[in-house]
């Protein structure tokens, strides 16, 4: 079973709609999450941090249930610029970074 | 306020040759991580660099060595090229402050033939 699994999608979907995808992963000792977003042959970057809380980021919103060892995105108002690939990142307790093989997002005019 | 920067940004290598990739951190930052990523594929870690030393290691064999400077710069080596080591390598920066808040560089996209 791989640590940080995604659905690689894509997802297509309409300008203005709504999307939410999921990452489970499996060490309930991990500790920080976060989503990094990459575009087509550039490198990722950070795209929000998830806190126990939530966090939300204007049409942002992630989630982390620990229970269920599961954190989500919610991007509101999808713009066509929003297309990419989603990267789900799980830190354990050490210096390494656990990386999902990510969800390709493909937003139609 | 430069980002990170690395190179080259595109390289061409035979099998069992030896390659040496560059990566200068984000300013202010200390902490230097490496990565491997397969076309599809999310990053994998390969080791981070901290105060010139190793300080944690993916599972990636003894051909992938690494350095760093006393100015945070650092390289990646990789020995006895493999076919399979065709892939995009990417230089992370950090700092202590925020060490999971991980700032890429472009890359480098190495194939070897």
């Known amino acids: 079973r791989k640590e940080v699994e995604q659905d690689p999608g894509p997802f297509n979907v309409p300008e203005g709609a709504t999307v939410a995808f999921n990452c489970t992963y499996s060490?309930?000792?991990?500790?920080?999450f976060f989503w990094y977003r990459q575009d087509c042959r550039k490198e990722p970057k950070l795209l929000m941090s998830?806190?126990?809380?939530?966090n939300e980021d204007g049409r942002f919103t992630a989630q982390l249930n620990r229970a269920s060892q599961y954190i989500s995105l919610l991007i509101r108002d999808s713009k066509l610029s929003d297309s990419a690939t989603y990267l789900c990142?799980?830190?354990?307790?050490?210096?390494?970074?656990?990386w999902g093989a990510g969800t390709k997002l493909i937003i139609k005019p | 306020d430069a980002g990170v920067t690395q190179s080259p940004t595109h390289l061409i290598k035979t099998r069992g040759q030896q390659v040496t990739l560059r990566c200068s951190p984000k300013?202010?930052?200390?902490?230097v991580s490496w990565y491997q990523q397969a076309l599809g594929q999310g990053p994998q870690f390969i080791f981070q660099?901290?105060?010139?030393?190793?300080?944690q290691r993916g599972n990636f064999p003894d051909r992938f060595s690494g350095h760093q400077f006393p100015n945070y710069s650092s390289e990646l080596n990789v020995n006895a090229l493999l076919l399979g080591d065709s892939a995009l390598y990417l230089c992370?920066?950090?700092?202590?402050?925020?060490?999971?808040?991980?700032?890429f560089g472009p890359g480098t996209r190495l194939t070897v033939t």
């Open positions: 660099y901290y105060e010139e030393e190793e300080r």
């Open positions: 998830v806190y126990s809380s939530g």
């Open positions: 300013s202010g930052h200390d902490t």
């Open positions: 990142v799980v830190n354990e307790d050490n210096y390494q970074l656990i």
């Open positions: 060490n309930s000792a991990s500790q920080s």
């Open positions: 992370a920066s950090s700092s202590t402050q925020a060490p999971y808040e991980q700032y």
